[in-house]
Nanobody, 123 residues
Framework: QVQLVESGGGSVQAGGSLRLSCAAS????????MAWFRQAPGKEREFVAY????????SYGNSVKGRFTISRDNAKNTVYLQMNSLKPEDTAAYYC????????????????WGQGTRVTVSS
């Protein structure tokens, strides 16, 4: 069992930056591949970024490539999402998730989810 708690959301103007954190507790954190998803009001949940347990393999959704950076610190049981050059269309609730499936980019492949943290980007 893994418990995930996101933090770092808030309101920012377009072009600004935020860093989200996801703290994990429970079983050995490094065995889990981690991801960030987001869900805007009235829209389906969208894949944002993925990182393997070792941190060696990373992938991003097309809409955030070049602007967002995922990273993890296994010593702190935490995964991060650095979000730069934010746009109003990045407004959403952001969720971190944990999976033991390699290269998992679909929400159905994730067993554990946080409660979400809200990001609002104004123009």
């Amino acid at each position: 069992q893994v418990q995930l708690v996101e933090s770092g959301g808030g309101s920012v103007q377009a072009g600004g930056s935020l860093r989200l954190s996801c703290a994990a507790s429970g079983r050995a954190f490094s065995i889990y591949n981690m991801a960030w998803f987001r869900q805007a009001p009235g829209k389906e949940r969208e894949f944002v970024a993925y990182i393997t347990g070792s941190g060696r393999i990373i992938s991003y959704g097309n809409s955030v490539k070049g602007r967002f950076t995922i990273s993890r610190d296994n010593a702190k049981n935490t995964v991060y999402l650095q979000m730069n050059s934010l746009k109003p269309e990045d407004t959403a609730a952001y969720y971190c998730a944990a999976s033991q499936v390699f290269n998992a980019v679909y929400e159905g492949q994730y067993q554990y989810w946080g409660q979400g943290t809200r990001v609002t980007v104004s123009s």
